[in-house]
């Protein structure tokens, strides 16, 4: 079963994706990290980082099939942005599921708003909590789910947690009280201590969401809770029997609320759920946790901010350390100046420019302003006095150029300093795209392995099938018509085969990609399709063919290869016996092909997605990592393989530096299967593909007539 925890880093999400693997689950994890908190799951899952409110997140229910989803991607509501973002991640979530058919939802809300709880002031009296952005929330959301749940039929359910507490927790009076236990700090109680909550263990609540999923829970609510009433004090004593501690009593904060419990009864009736954790098992479980985790933590953390503190405070102490070396030159080098008499510079303007350049405004303006202090000495001390300084224009201009520098150097810095911000910033987003395509397609090729597993046999043909298949996860076009003909030749035990493509705008015209088996070195390197009865009706109808009448010239067996419902192949089987002329080799053929058009329409997505990391910008120039790729391909065939499609290179020598000029005119000139790229020196180069050795010097022939001249590459130097 495979479940999507959003959310899943958290405190009860990673929680919840623990119990679910131990019993056996496929665990997805969506989660943006804003909790900081990737260390928290040491199981095996896959993790994307993106926020569940992401258009990015619909990739994620269309690979990989998910079966239930688990909402746990909830931002504290304090302000108008938390409550965007999750609007945002719930509807998102719920349209997703309801897309691709999952069979579960749970979304999880406090209990604080559930029918179930039960809010008293401490004479007993019933309390009602006051409107807030959190209140708001939480009721819209809750109909949202029960919306989505009464117009599609989806199974969501609305599950409402009580005060849940446990490992990792960040938040939370218990939480707290831990924390503070373990750095030896006093708890802090405030109120009278007589205030109640509903405390519950986040493995109870694991273990609850465990049992909606592993008994369809069709229900609309559900309360998670212990359903009973534990007051502060109560857990102090609980404490005090562990360790020495002290407590602190403050005033009671306003709006708190005074006792809280819920009732978990449909939990337990309908589930079968039970706690496991007590409050005092609760809490010295959560101790012995934070025991062996956070003085790991604590020292990271301590490591971390003295590295922040002195980061912060450099620019400071250099600015002061500079400042220091201009007194020292003003008083014991220039007799009270600060400048240099023999090349007249004022030394102060090399100070500022100094921190305006390295900090910006934020040191060049205290920079200036020293500057000015020091020279005001300077000049009472050895000039005038001060009211002369104030009034004398050589004086004023001084000054006056202290704070031009100071202002203008800082500006040109923050200035630098934001334009880089923002590159780096475009720059980890692009990359971010790239990163993420690349595991969507991985995940993509691990879903369709998944797939394959589950309805295949290992010990017949069609598990011979699946294995032979992963030879087809490549993100490189050619590399999978190379491959192909390796796949189809295990698959089907076919000696002699071909595969033709068409070009991206010619459909008249199949050109030879590969061919194995002598039996192929002689067939044509291109099919006028209107010359070919098959090939015009697998056009038209998407059909195999096999051909029954044993006509000569023909192949006995032939499969479309589709990319959306358009053939863009036909794959060709050769020197069949009779016999193999059946169903069973006609169902091999169609299910291998298909799996090649899949293969291949990841590709080409893939490809059309990472055009500006295989090409020059703006140009079908291969860019030399990847032209070097094709050259190993070639290479490795011509060692594997005795019948490899000819392959043939030449050096283009030209003096144009243009080379979105140089690509657009070589590309009137190459077909659609010959590649060009970059070198390792940097030279262009053209692969010519299945063609004859005699038509090389018409190549280089219509190369020379657009302006260039080009050398064939022996073997020796490919």
Excluded at 142 to 165: D, E, P, Q
Excluded at 351 to 374: E, N
Excluded at 617 to 625: C, N
Aim: glycine fraction near 6%; proline fraction near 2%.
């Amino acid at each position: 079963m495979n479940v999507l925890i959003t959310g899943g880093y958290g405190f009860i999400g990673s929680a919840t994706a623990e119990r679910l693997s131990k019993e056996g689950c496929n665990i997805f994890i969506v989660d943006n990290l804003s909790s900081n908190a990737v260390n928290n799951l040491k199981i095996k899952h896959t993790f994307y980082q993106i926020n569940a409110g992401g258009a990015q997140c619909e990739d994620v229910f269309r690979i990989n099939n998910i079966d239930v989803v688990v909402h746990l991607a909830v931002a504290e509501v304090t302000d108008i942005e938390g409550l965007k973002a999750n609007q945002l991640g719930l509807t998102n979530v719920l349209a997703m599921a309801q897309k691709y058919e999952a069979k579960q939802v749970i979304c999880a809300f406090s209990a604080f708003f559930s029918p179930d709880a039960k809010l008293l002031a401490h004479d007993g009296r019933p309390m009602e909590l006051p409107v807030s952005p959190e209140k708001a929330w939480h009721t819209t959301a809750v109909n949202y789910c029960l919306g989505y749940r009464r117009l599609y039929g989806m199974n969501v359910a609305a599950l409402f947690l009580s005060n849940v507490y446990g490992p990792r927790q960040k938040k939370g009076v218990l939480s707290e009280f831990v924390e503070r236990v373990f750095h030896y700090r006093p708890l802090v109680v405030y109120g009278d201590g007589r205030q109640t909550r509903d405390f519950i263990h986040v493995d109870d609540v694991a273990d609850a969401i465990y049992r909606m999923i592993s008994r369809n829970y069709q229900g609309e609510r559900l309360t998670v809770s212990s359903n009973s009433e534990t007051a502060v004090n109560d857990c102090l004593e609980i404490f005090k029997e562990l360790t020495d501690l002290k407590v602190e009593r403050a005033k009671a904060r306003p709006g708190d609320i005074v006792r809280m419990s819920a009732d978990s009864s449909a939990c337990r009736e309908e589930l079968g759920w039970r706690i496991k954790y007590d409050i005092k098992k609760g809490i010295i479980a959560t101790c012995y946790w934070y025991k062996n985790n956070l003085p790991a933590d604590t020292e990271d953390a301590a490591k971390a901010g003295k590295g922040a503190l002195w980061k912060n405070m450099r620019p400071y102490v250099e600015n002061l350390a500079f400042f220091g070396v201009m007194v020292l030159l003003s008083v014991f080098v220039y007799d009270n100046s600060i400048v240099d008499p023999n090349i007249n510079l004022d030394y102060n303007f090399v100070y500022i420019l100094t921190m305006g350049v390295l900090y910006g405004k934020k040191q060049s303006i205290p920079a200036t302003a020293l500057s000015a202090i020091l020279l005001s000495y300077n000049i009472i001390t050895k000039y005038d006095d001060f009211v002369s300084m104030i009034y004398k224009t050589e004086y004023i201009v001084h000054f006056s150029a202290y704070f031009f520098f100071g202002i203008l150097s800082g500006y040109i810095t923050d200035n630098r300093e934001r334009l880089r911000s923002f590159l780096e910033r475009d720059v980890a987003q692009i990359k971010e795209r790239y990163k993420f395509l690349e595991r969507i397609y991985l995940e993509n090729v691990n879903a369709k392995n998944r797939l394959y597993k589950q309805i295949v046999n290992s010990e017949d043909t069609l598990g011979s099938t699946y294995r032979i298949i992963k030879k087809l996860d490549n993100v490189n076009v050619e590399g999978i018509f190379t491959v192909a003909g390796e796949v189809l030749s295990e698959i089907t035990g076919t000696e002699h085969l071909a595969v033709y493509s068409f070009g991206s705008n010619n459909k008249y015209y199949l050109r030879q990609k590969i061919r194995l088996g002598y039996k192929t070195v002689d067939l044509p390197k291109s099919l006028k399709v209107e010359a070919y009865e098959y090939l015009r009706n697998m056009l038209a109808d998407r059909q195999l063919f096999v051909n029954k009448m044993l006509t000569p010239g023909l192949p006995d067996m032939a499969a479309p290869v589709l990319r959306d419902g358009e053939v863009i192949a036909v794959i060709q089987l050769y020197d069949l016996s009779f016999e193999d002329l059946n169903l069973y080799k006609q169902d091999l053929l169609q299910v291998t092909t298909r799996l090649i058009s899949d293969a291949l329409n990841r590709a080409y997505l893939y490809e059309a997605q990472a055009q500006d990391k295989k090409y020059l910008p703006d140009t079908r120039i291969l860019i030399a990592d990847e032209f070097a790729k094709i050259q190993r391909e070639i290479y490795k065939n011509r060692l594997d393989r005795y019948d490899y499609v000819s392959a043939f290179t030449l050096k283009i020598i030209t003096q144009e530096e243009n080379m979105r000029e140089i690509s657009d005119k070589m590309l009137n000139v190459l077909r659609e299967e010959d590649f060009i790229g970059l070198d390792e020196e940097g030279k262009i180069n053209v692969i010519l593909w299945n063609i004859d050795e005699d038509m090389i010097p018409m190549v280089q022939k219509r190369i020379k007539n657009i302006g260039f001249d080009c050398v064939r590459v022996s073997e020796h130097e490919q």
